[in-house]
């Protein structure tokens, strides 16, 4: 089996293609712990080069490309993986979309909304996160303590659901389910698997307007993915702090 020279552990992002996107400051916040990193996102040439100076001091990363909507890509990347280190560690299954840009309007409101647009939004969000666990579990369960991280939203709980953006929230709230599926199917000691949300984060999806920088987004998500034996599966967390379903 294909060994990390360094014995790191392995912790592969999706939607890790913008600077300031939780995705990349998590993986960045990861490096600094010790782990090697793989950011993934649709093209990441761009995000290879505005990171060099962050990511100088910090040479155990790889950068490959992937869409999670693609089975091919998805079932590629995978191969890469078990090329490269021969198992994983850790998955945050982080690649996210809040509206169809050029439909913004009538995906406010349940009204308006179009069936094709939720669609495209739970390809990346749900079945995205569905693939990458399916295709990654085989070399997860090659870890001594996997971690999954799913990037959910307190706006797919079903305890605080309120109306506008049917795509998003019902994306969110299978993405939780998954999160339920995942743990009942094979989370236990070993194997932790549990959703976050990182609270309203100044992202690119987020906006200037949000009330929580990229650090305290992160916060929780680097929690989840480094938890100890000890640490909960099958949950749904904002801060490290369990939320209602
Ligand atoms: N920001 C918030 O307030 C907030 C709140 C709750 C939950 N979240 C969740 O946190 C996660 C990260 O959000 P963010 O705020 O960092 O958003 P963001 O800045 O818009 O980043 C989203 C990332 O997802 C990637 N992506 C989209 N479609 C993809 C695909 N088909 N394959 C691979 N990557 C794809 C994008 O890649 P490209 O660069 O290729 O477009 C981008 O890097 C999302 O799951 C989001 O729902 C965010």
Redesign the pocket.
Known sequence: MPLNMKNKKIAWI?????I????YQTGLALLKKGYHVVF????TDGIAKLSKQDLASFPDHDFID????SDTSVAAAARKCQEKFGHLDVLIN?????QIEDNEKSGDSLLTARATDLMKIFD??TL?SFRMTQAFMPLLQKSDAPRIVN?????GGLTEMEGGYPG?RLS?TAVNALTKVTDAEVGGKKLKVNSV?????R????GPG?D?SLEE?IAGIVWAATLDEKGPSGGFFRDGERLDW
């Open positions: 999706t939607g890790a293609g913008k300031n996107g939780l995705g993934s996102s649709r093209k992937l869409d999670v909507t982080n690649a996210g979309l809040y990346i969000n995205g990037i959910s939203s307190g706006m998003y969110k949300c990182p609270g309203w984060v992202t690119e999806m987020g949000a929580r987004g």
